[in-house]
């Protein structure tokens, strides 16, 4: 009588194994770091309202310096060994040029345009990975030794906050294969580094993702975000009770409100939709967009994106 009992603990523990064998991962792309890219020359400068500002030319540094794409295999080598799915960094820069995104890039607003969006938050549009690394390495020689020193960033894609880090310098070694010499400087590290990077993850997985929501109004609107509607709530608060029944477990923050603007911060949305499809502040903040277009409101308004998680409605007119 005892055997089917047996059976089925035995079926329960590989349940649970298969359970956390398939939890899942976030997706990764691993960039050259701005710093690194612009103490070795790759870069791009445009005037800003006549102060320079300098952003990576990733393309160039992918063109001309081979170890770069060295360097970053390597990486994604050690991140692919651990269970974490990646994002190719090369494929997006190809993606990015088929949407003449660099051409947005060199606009100027001395020309009355603007740059949008920074390389980096194309390259994050075109990937649509969960997390970005950006790594920095400098090669030190002394006599015929090498050693690396190297700074591992683990950034989340929608807010930028650093949510993993690593960095250290490898032992003098006569390797001349930098590669080599950073995948040796970096592995005691890596365990510790994707641990922090998957304890962020499951932390999104339960609560949510970031996204900051921000509304204002053009000035021609004859409305405002005290105008009262229906039952007489200001506009203001009808927006946040539909935050309230539309976040992850009702979590947001009103950090700023007047009649002319509102903005929300720690914004929780789910990272995937019923359908499992993955869920950024557009489209979001689109089922915003459309609630206050519709009846009772009918307010016309237009939705501008910035990055992916970055998202502001404007009311009054597209």
Wanted: proline share 4%; hydrophobic share 40%.
């Amino acid at each position: 009588m005892r055997q089917p009992k047996f059976i089925l603990c035995l079926l329960a523990i590989f349940s649970i194994t298969i359970a956390f064998g398939q939890a899942k991962k976030p997706t990764l792309m691993v960039v050259p770091s701005d710093a690194w890219c612009i103490q070795n020359g790759y870069s791009l400068s445009f005037d800003n309202q006549g102060s320079i500002v300098k952003i990576p030319d990733y393309k160039r540094a992918f063109q001309e310096n081979p170890e770069v794409l060295q360097v970053i295999s390597q990486i994604n080598g050690m991140m692919a060994d651990r269970g974490f799915p990646l994002k190719n960094m090369e494929s997006a820069i190809k993606t990015m040029e088929s949407n003449s995104a660099e051409d947005n890039l060199m606009q100027s607003k001395d020309s009355g345009s603007d740059i949008s969006e920074s390389p980096i938050d194309e390259l994050k549009k075109a990937a649509k990975a969960d997390i970005i690394i950006q790594l920095t390495w400098t090669v030190n020689k002394t006599g015929p030794k090498k050693s690396i020193n190297f700074n591992l960033q683990g950034l989340d894609s929608y807010t930028d906050k650093q949510i993993a880090t690593a960095t250290g310098t490898g032992a003098p070694s006569f390797s001349a294969e930098t590669p080599v010499l950073l995948s040796e400087a970096v592995l005691s590290h890596m365990d510790n580094f994707t641990a922090s990077l998957q304890s962020h993850f499951d932390d999104m997985f339960e609560n949510g993702r970031e996204i900051i929501v921000r509304i204002q109004k053009w000035n021609d609107w004859d409305g405002d975000l005290e105008t009262e509607f229906g039952g007489g709530d200001e506009l203001g608060f009808v927006i946040e009770d539909w935050l309230q029944a539309n976040t992850v477990k009702g979590r947001f923050s009103t950090t700023d409100m007047t009649e002319n603007m509102a903005l929300f911060e720690q914004v929780r949305i789910p990272l995937y939709n019923d359908r499992g499809n993955a869920i950024d502040a557009r489209r979001y903040v689109r089922d915003l967009s459309k609630f206050l277009s519709s009846a009772p409101f009918n307010i016309p308004n237009k939705l501008v994106m910035k990055g992916l998680g970055r998202a502001t409605i404007i009311l009054g007119s597209k």
